[in-house]
């Protein structure tokens, strides 16, 4: 007998399904799953990342034929006008598909009206011809105003790089993006923004549109931002600062392609830093790509606590080795998580030292990518600060910071990964066989060639026979154990299977 489900529970199911092309499935099943997927559904049509391949991209497209089957009269005779066929595109649609899109992807839209704008009219304009440009453009106008119209909300809004065939040197496009919140409704619409994803897009587009959101959104929780200028520097810093609960901020600084800018190609991001720590009440996760600072000019006062972040990623952000900055890591007191990455040499070590300081046994998860060594001082630095840690990441270690790190009493330590860099695999694997932590679940090593009584006796040392159900341990082969054509003999499936751990190699 079927057992029926209720729509409140099939809601609720479908919600947790984030692919369209899984939604699409549900259509078909009964008329009732049909009704319940489509506001799910159409809230995610205009957000799906990852790559599609031009069969799947021309059936994403398809989403603007419906939205025009749902304009008013007046805007079906202007796109009419401009030589659009909607015979395919019949009034009066099934459901409101509008009202359900709460997460808007400008750059989605933009490619899917580029689509579309060619295969209803391209065949009769060249393709280099700007009058498909111009009709596009029209095209996303009037989307965009029926979207504003009909939806009550807007939870999520991505701007990225937008379609070639928006753009152009003959094209003022300006109103194309920048003018959207100045749609009747929309300040309304964009009210209850949560999440604001923003990539580098030229000043004059997202100028007007910072400027807008500025004046309306104070209370986004999410926001992933890129600048490459010190305009869109100045923009974004009274974004983030009118916000009253931000939650989570990611930062990327992309002026290195702007050799303009400072001598380094760098814009000096000292005032964004007391942006930050504006929001030091709300924020629980931070990440800086590349972001610089220089003279921070006298300001290095205690600021108090950042009482909620948890989360910390830093990549490759110049001038945080000086000293001057070390009152901001010493506010970070509450820190869990630490993700450092640095490709060159002059990584800010005094500055994660202070860090780890801090933190203290809060600090649960270390990750650190340090070009090219870690120095002895940050080593020390955990093993003597960071003793409740969970989950480690580090490379380039010796044989004897491995043995030094097991032997440090790292009694919640769930998971170590880390790359060796010395010669003998084997010893590796019997030193560490002498005093592995029993919490040790997920071992993730970077070695060369082992053999199988090393790889037992680390074992032994980890667990009784048939015991490791719940270890795991990921070998990923060095350049030379690959040339040699490294693989797993008999003897190795043989011990594995005799503890039982799990074992995987890359």
Same mark, same amino acid.
């Given at each position: 007998?079927?057992?029926?489900?209720?729509?409140?529970?099939?809601?609720?199911?479908?919600?947790?399904?984030?692919?369209?092309?899984?939604?699409?499935?549900?259509?078909?099943?009964?008329?009732?799953?049909?009704?319940?997927?489509?506001?799910?559904?159409?809230?995610?049509?205009?957000?799906?990342?990852?790559?599609?391949?031009?069969?799947?991209?021309? !059936?994403?497209?398809?989403?603007?034929?419906?939205?025009?089957?749902?304009?008013?009269?007046?805007?079906?005779?202007?796109?009419?006008?401009?030589?659009?066929?909607?015979?395919?595109?019949?009034?009066?649609?099934?459901?409101?598909?509008?009202?359900?899109?709460?997460?808007?992807?400008?750059?989605?839209?933009?490619?899917?009206?580029?689509? /579309?704008?060619?295969?209803?009219?391209?065949?009769?304009?060249?393709?280099? =011809?700007?009058?498909?440009?111009?009709?596009?453009?029209?095209?996303?106008?009037?989307?965009?105003? +029926?979207?504003?119209?009909?939806?009550?909300?807007?939870?999520?809004?991505?701007?990225?790089?937008?379609?070639?065939?928006?753009?152009?040197?003959?094209?003022?496009?300006?109103?194309?993006?920048?003018?959207?919140?100045?749609?009747?409704? @929309?300040?309304?619409?964009?009210?209850?923004?949560?999440?604001?994803?923003?990539?580098?897009? %030229?000043?004059?587009?997202?100028?007007?549109?910072?400027?807008?959101?500025? +004046?309306?959104?104070?209370?986004?929780?999410?926001?992933?931002?890129?600048?490459?200028?010190?305009?869109?520097?100045?923009?974004?810093?009274?974004?983030?600062?009118?916000?009253?609960? +931000?939650?989570? *901020?990611?930062?990327?600084?992309?002026?290195? !392609?702007?050799?303009?800018?400072?001598?380094?190609?760098?814009?000096?991001?000292?005032? *964004?830093?007391?942006?930050?720590?504006?929001?030091?009440?709300? *924020?629980?996760?931070?990440?800086?790509?590349?972001?610089?600072?220089?003279?921070?000019?006298?300001?290095?006062?205690?600021?108090?606590?950042?009482?909620?972040? %948890?989360?910390?990623?830093?990549?490759?952000?110049?001038?945080?080795?000086?000293?001057?900055?070390?009152?901001?890591?010493?506010?970070?007191?509450?820190?869990?998580?630490?993700?450092?990455?640095?490709?060159?040499?002059?990584?800010?070590?005094?500055?994660?030292? %202070?860090?780890?300081?801090? @933190?203290?046994?809060?600090?649960?998860?270390?990750?650190?990518?340090? /070009?090219?060594?870690?120095?002895?001082?940050?080593?020390?630095?955990?093993?003597?600060?960071?003793?409740?840690?969970?989950?480690?990441?580090? +490379?380039?270690?010796?044989?004897?910071?491995?043995?030094?790190?097991?032997?440090?009493?790292?009694?919640?330590?769930?998971?170590?990964?880390?790359?060796?860099?010395?010669?003998?695999?084997?010893?590796?694997?019997?030193?560490? @066989?002498?005093?592995?932590?029993?919490?040790?679940?997920?071992?993730?090593?970077?070695?060369?060639?082992?053999?199988?009584?090393?790889?037992?006796?680390?074992?032994?040392?980890?667990?009784?026979?048939?015991?490791?159900?719940?270890?795991?341990?990921?070998?990923?082969?060095?350049?030379?154990?690959?040339?040699?054509?490294? @693989?797993?003999? =008999?003897?190795?499936?043989?011990?594995?299977?005799?503890?039982?751990?799990?074992?995987?190699?890359?």
């Amino acid at each position: 007998m079927a057992i029926k489900i209720s729509a409140e529970l099939l809601i609720m199911i479908l919600n947790y399904v984030q692919l369209t092309q899984d939604l699409y499935s549900s259509l078909f099943v009964s008329r009732i799953w049909c009704k319940v997927t489509i506001p799910i559904l159409w809230k995610l049509i205009l957000v799906q990342e990852g790559y599609m391949n031009h069969k799947e991209l021309r !059936k994403k497209a398809l989403c603007i034929r419906t939205y025009i089957s749902c304009m008013d009269s007046q805007s079906r005779a202007l796109l009419i006008q401009c030589g659009f066929d909607l015979s395919s595109s019949p009034p009066q649609a099934t459901f409101d598909y509008p009202s359900f899109t709460h997460k808007f992807r400008i750059d989605n839209l933009a490619y899917f009206i580029s689509i /579309y704008s060619q295969e209803i009219i391209g065949s009769n304009h060249d393709d280099n =011809d700007i009058s498909i440009t111009a009709e596009s453009r029209i095209l996303f106008r009037e989307i965009c105003k +029926l979207l504003i119209n009909r939806c009550t909300f807007l939870d999520s809004f991505k701007l990225g790089e937008v379609h070639e065939n928006f753009s152009g040197n003959n094209c003022n496009y300006n109103d194309l993006i920048g003018s959207i919140l100045e749609l009747p409704g @929309a300040p309304k619409v964009f009210k209850r923004l949560e999440t604001f994803v923003s990539a580098t897009i %030229k000043d004059e587009i997202i100028g007007p549109l910072y400027k807008s959101l500025t +004046l309306i959104c104070d209370n986004i929780l999410n926001m992933d931002l890129e600048f490459n200028s010190d305009s869109q520097l100045q923009l974004l810093e009274k974004f983030i600062s009118v916000q009253k609960r +931000l939650e989570n *901020l990611s930062i990327i600084d992309n002026g290195y !392609k702007n050799l303009s800018i400072l001598d380094n190609g760098y814009t000096n991001c000292n005032s *964004l830093l007391w942006v930050i720590i504006s929001q030091k009440e709300t *924020l629980k996760s931070l990440r800086l790509n590349s972001v610089s600072f220089y003279n921070l000019e006298g300001k290095s006062s205690p600021i108090g606590q950042f009482t909620s972040l %948890k989360e910390l990623y830093i990549e490759n952000c110049y001038g945080l080795y000086n000293s001057d900055y070390l009152f901001f890591a010493s506010s970070l007191t509450q820190l869990s998580s630490l993700h450092l990455r640095y490709l060159y040499y002059m990584y800010p070590q005094e500055f994660i030292i %202070k860090i780890f300081e801090t @933190a203290n046994t809060n600090l649960k998860n270390i990750c650190l990518e340090l /070009y090219r060594i870690i120095s002895n001082d940050i080593f020390s630095a955990i093993l003597s600060y960071c003793t409740k840690i969970t989950e480690l990441t580090l +490379l380039d270690l010796s044989l004897e910071q491995v043995i030094a790190i097991f032997n440090n009493n790292f009694n919640e330590l769930r998971r170590f990964s880390f790359d060796y860099n010395g010669l003998d695999a084997n010893e590796l694997l019997c030193q560490m @066989a002498e005093s592995v932590p029993k919490s040790l679940e997920t071992i993730e090593i970077r070695m060369g060639i082992f053999n199988a009584d090393s790889l037992r006796k680390f074992f032994e040392g980890w667990c009784c026979k048939g015991g490791g159900g719940n270890k795991k341990i990921i070998v990923k082969r060095t350049r030379v154990s690959r040339k040699k054509l490294f @693989a797993l003999s =008999d003897e190795h499936f043989k011990v594995i299977e005799e503890y039982g751990i799990q074992f995987d190699i890359k």
